[in-house]
Structure formats: C-alpha cells, structure tokens
C-alpha cells in the first residue's frame, strides 16, 4: 500500500500535499481546537500503535498469515480525525526513518492509508451498526468496514498509478512514472486486496473490534459523531481543488498574446502595450538565440546563478535570524 | 509411598508437538518476531551516522533540505543522464562519510527488487509496442523485448533506485536525535515535531510490550492450537496493546503536566550554518535547478 518515490510525478505528489494540509488542519483543529497538549500524547500512541498493528501477523486458512493496515480500527478507537493524524503521523515517520513508503509520495500514502482508510472505514462501520445493534452486528460491521476501506485505498492507489503515463509522459510520449495505465493498474491493485488483503483486513478488525468492544467499551464512546455538513463541504472542495495542477493546458488567465488572438480574434491593447515589458532578467533561462550545446551551457549558467541567488537569500535569512 | 496418578486431561494428545517457525498455526508467532527484531535492528543501530565524515559533519538541516532539494531533482528530471549524475554524487558523499556501499544497497535492495518485478513485463510488446530487440516464438505465439520498452523499464528502475538510496543515505547518516533537530530548525511546526518524536519513542515502548506478549506465548505453546484460537489470541493482544496505548497517553499528559511540559520539544541549539553548509544548499539547490531543465 505504500507508495514508494519515483512512480508518482512531482505533480501529482504536490497536489496530494496540497489536498492533505487543509485535511491535516482542519483534523487538528476538530480534535481539540488547535491538537492541545492533552491530545498530543494521544495521537502520538495512536500512530505508535499503527506501527505494531502492522508487525502483527494474523494467522489465516492454509497455513500462511498476513498482517493488517490497522487504519479502521484506530479510527474507530480515536475517532475518523485523529485516525487521520495519526496515521499521517505514522506514514510520515516510516518514509523518514524507516524508509517504507516515499519521502515526496507522503501526501499520497496519508491520502490513500489514513484520510480515504479512516473516513471509509469508520463511517461504513457507523452506517452499518445504526441504531442499537448487538454484538454480532457490530462485528460484521467492522469486518465490512476493514473489507470495504482496505478496498477503496487499493482503489485510489490503482488510480493515482494508472494516471500517471497520461498526465507525466516525456515529450517522446513515453511514461517517466509508474508505466501501467489504468486498464492494468486498477486490477493490479483490486485483485489481490479484493480476494486477499481485504479478507485479512476484516477479519482484523473484526476481532480487535469485538475485544475492543468486550474490555473497553467506555473507552471506545471516544469515537466522534459526525461532521457538520459545512465544513465537511468546504474539505472536499479543499481536496478538490488542487486537482486542477493536473489540468494539461495552460492554465486560465495565464495565456500568451497568440493563445488570445486565437480566442477572441484580437489583442487587448493594453495587452498589447505590455507583454513582454518585463522579462526577466534571464529570459527563458538564457539567450534565446543559442541552440545546442550552447543553449544547455547558458541554461546551466542560469542554473548556476539562481542556486547561488537561492543560498545568497538563505545565507542572509539566517544572519538576520541569529541577530 | 504413595502413587501419582496422572490426570486424564494430561493424557489426552493434543495432536503433533509444535514445531515453531515450521508452518501451521504457530508459523505467524515467528513471523511477528521476525518482524518486530528487524525493525529493532534497522533503527537501533546507529551505523554511519556516529563516524565522522562529510555528511555528517553538515547542520541537520541543511543536510535534510539538501537531500530533499535532491531527491525533488531526480523526481522532476526526464532525462537519464541526470539520475547518474546524482548516483555519482551520491557515491562521492558515501565514500567522503564513510557509509559502506554495502549497508546502502542493504537498504535500497528491496525497493529495487520490488520495482524490477513490476516494470518486468514493460519490457515486452504486449505491454509496450515498438522496435523489436530479441523475441522467441514457440507453437504460433510470439514475444519479444521492445526497445522502447527495456527504456522505460530500466530508466523507472534508475529513478526509483536513486530515490530511494538518496533517502537511505540521509537516513544512514543522520541521528535519529540530529533529524527531529533539522526538522524543528527546518520550521516544520513544533507540535508536529513533538508529535513525531513522541511517535517514535513509543514505537519501541508498544513495540517491547507486543514482543513480551509473542515471546510469552511462544514460550508456553507446547502443541499446534486451532486456527480460530490462534486468531483470537492474535486480536486480543492488539485489543491491549490499543488499551495501553491510550492509558500511556494519559499517563504521559499527566507527566507532561506535572513537569511543566509545554509541547516544544528542546533540543541543544545548534551552531549557524558554516560555509561546507552553504556550499552543500549550492550544489543541490544547482542540481535542481539544472533538473528542470534535463
């Protein structure tokens, strides 16, 4: 389930990012006005605790065994907003420090394991154990909430995969990412989770549940009610709207005299007038006229004087911090 | 002298002694050892990053932004060229910091066999058309390599393997301690930062408990269970390690109250950055900026 660095473009690992901040603060302020103190420690053995779900292995038909996300159970635990921190917290450390799972894809595994994980999970099981269901139907809902979250994560996991020879081609067509399209990446990613993987998910979080249920059923009470219908909107244009940097094209209100012309059939004059007026002080990264290798070494001397521009600014920050 | 009856429920056989770690319902008792002592060994073992070296000697933070500037290069660029510039780059740093090419590739191997198996069949013309290189055919059927496939698996497998030994070697060579450091003087807010570090100190905690708990009932199984005892057993132990979980955490906020813990995690204050610092943020910040050119 976790994605590694190098099958994801940089873009589509920016939009992740971008959709998971306003999830990561609004999840921090939902679960206490601004993640106080007292929740700290809660989260933090909330995302230790994801960590040793997964060392778990759960004994299954056959001799084999396989181990769980845990991401259902957690959020069931702690409720579906501090299931989201905690498993970033717990994607991000394991990309850090124990190399599983991609530094840049981070946004993209705290999408995939703990918002699409947590939401799905916890609010199927919800849905499932309406009114005042008895133990057996609490169970059977937790194992279809495992079943049906593990699914839907392997889903976007399919897809997030099975988009990227579209939208990252090189300029020769050929895919510089994950290299499968859809019609190969999503069967890839459902097949083994449907018949597999979703199965050990279930009957993990079914029995965790149904111990849960016996020892700590106080404790459980913790799990929050559901969202207020404005703020859940406002997420989900949120997560939406980042979306739009896969758009191909140039983006809107970004385009050049010609694309206008071609639009409406003549140049605004004041346009017209300053196009171009500024330019840069090293337009297109060089001199327009040098083709070949000259055109690279330009390029690389630009390179060369944005980087010592960059520590310029770098260096000069950090005096004025120290003072 | 009296006699000494054995009990009838003593006699009953249980089925075969327990062979552990050959299959059966017990094999997932060794696998969950097997799991928690390689992670144990993986993240307790300092390695490179106690010797002196180059890498090492860098501020925390200018050596995580620099590996991040790097690997955001090799994740932008199109071009191979590029990736074997930052593999050259990379072997110079590990030869200046004293990392072994072997405790590198330990790290890398995985995600690199996991890579290779998955762009295998993109070599092929079923999976991507093209100029033939070599094919066989037997009873009418027929496959061959495509050139532009062998190129677009072998330049996925290049970047994914420089990606992740860029994130290997920051990890070799960096303190656990010196990365919560950079991340903090980084400005990644402190509440994340502490969270993190708390994440990471509990691991172990949670970690120790469900090897006890492994341990304890490997110790004392002297005959194959049933499959659905096995599994009960399984989810009951992580049913209490989530309950000790969440009794730590409050026992952990009473602590932090009571010492007057204000959720800054402090750490000695680390010396400005020095010119091989700067130097590093240049060479990176070039080789990025070169990447989206190449």
């Known amino acids: ?177 994950a290299p499968y399209p859809l019609s190969i990446s999503i069967p890839a990613m459902m097949v083994p989770h449907a018949l597999f993987l979703g199965p050990v998910e279930a009957l993990g979080t079914a029995l965790v549940v149904s111990y849960m249920e016996k020892t700590m059923g106080n404790d459980m009470a913790r799990a929050r009610g559901g969202s207020k219908p404005l703020w859940t909107a406002l997420v989900v244009l949120a997560v939406l709207a980042p979306l739009g940097l896969l758009a191909v094209g140039t983006p809107w209100g970004e385009w050049g005299r010609e ?65 | 002298m009296a006699e000494v009856r054995l009990p009838d429920w003593l006699k009953e056989s ?45 501020s925390p933070k200018a050596r995580i932004a620099g590996f991040l500037l790097l690997i955001i290069a090799c994740s932008i660029t199109g071009r191979a060229f590029m990736l074997i510039g930052a593999l ?69 497998v290049l970047r994914v393997g420089v990606m992740v030994a860029l994130a290997s070697l920051l990890l070799l060579t960096t303190r656990q301690a010196d990365f919560f450091k950079g991340l903090k003087e980084l400005k990644v807010p402190h509440l994340f930062v502490t969270a993190l570090y708390m994440t990471f100190r509990y691991v172990f905690v949670l970690l120790k408990t469900a090897e006890d708990a492994v341990l304890a009932r490997k110790s004392r199984t002297i005959a194959t269970g049933r499959l659905s005892e096995a599994q009960r057993w399984t989810a009951s132990r992580i049913a209490l390690i989530l309950k000790k979980s969440m009794s730590y955490a409050e026992e952990v906020n009473m602590a932090m109250i009571s010492r007057g813990f204000d959720g800054r995690l402090r750490t000695l204050k680390a010396p400005g950055m020095e010119g091989r610092d700067y130097l590093w943020l240049f060479l990176t910040l070039f080789f990025l900026f070169l990447s989206f050119g190449f």
């Not at chain 1, 579906?80 to 921190?85: E, K, L, N, Q, Y």
């Not at chain 1, 699914?151 to 020879?165: H, Y």
């Not at chain 1, 990264?285 to 010592?308: C, K, P, Q, R, T």
């Not at chain 2, 144990?40 to 106690?50: P, Q």
């Open chain 1, 1 to 177: 389930m976790h994605i590694p660095d190098g099958y994801l473009s940089p873009r589509t690992c920016a939009v992740f990012f971008a959709a998971m901040l306003p999830v990561w603060y609004f999840a921090s302020k939902r679960v206490e006005e601004g993640l106080k103190l007292k929740n700290l420690p809660l989260l933090a053995l909330g995302a230790a605790f994801t960590f040793v779900i997964m060392m778990f292995n759960i004994p299954i038909p056959g001799g084999s065994s396989g181990h769980m996300v845990g991401s259902v159970v957690v959020s069931i635990a702690l409720g579906p907003w501090a299931g989201v921190i905690a498993l970033s917290l717990a994607v991000t450390l394991q990309a850090f420090l124990f190399g599983d799972g991609g530094v840049l894809a981070i946004g993209a595994n705290s999408f995939n394991m703990a918002f699409i994980m947590s939401f799905a999970g916890y609010y199927s099981y919800r849905a499932l154990s309406l009114g005042s269901p008895g133990h057996a139907r609490k169970i059977a809902a937790a194992a279809a909430a495992g079943y049906v979250a593990v699914n839907l994560a392997a889903l976007a996991v399919g897809i997030e995969l099975g988009i990227q020879p579209v939208i990252s081609a090189g300029t020769d067509g050929r895919p510089l990412y």
């Open chain 2, 88 to 156: 050259v780059i990379m072997a110079v740093a590990m030869l200046m910091s004293n990392v072994s090419a072997a405790s590198l590739a330990k790290r890398v191997a995985p995600s690199l066999f996991f890579t290779s198996v998955i762009a295998f069949p993109v070599f092929f013309d079923f999976i991507t058309p093209g100029a033939s290189v070599f094919g066989v055919s037997v009873s009418g059927y027929s496959i061959s390599v495509t050139k532009e496939g062998a190129a677009i698996a072998l330049f996925l």
């Open chain 1, 259 to 323: 694309e206008v012309l071609g639009m409406i059939g003549y140049v605004p004059s004041g346009m017209e007038r300053y196009e171009g007026a500024w330019k840069g002080l090293l337009p297109d990264y060089g001199n327009e006229s040098a083709e070949g290798i000259g055109a690279s070494f330009v390029y690389i001397i630009s390179a060369a004087i944005g980087s010592l521009a960059a520590v310029l600014a770098v260096y000069l920050w950090g005096k004025r911090w120290r003072k």
């Open chain 2, 14 to 58: 249980r089925g075969e002694p327990c062979l552990i770690g050959k299959g059966g319902s017990h094999g997932f008792l060794d696998k969950t050892l097997a799991n928690i002592s390689a992670f144990m060994r993986e993240t307790l073992s300092s390695g490179a990053a106690e010797r002196p070296g180059a890498l090492q000697g860098l």
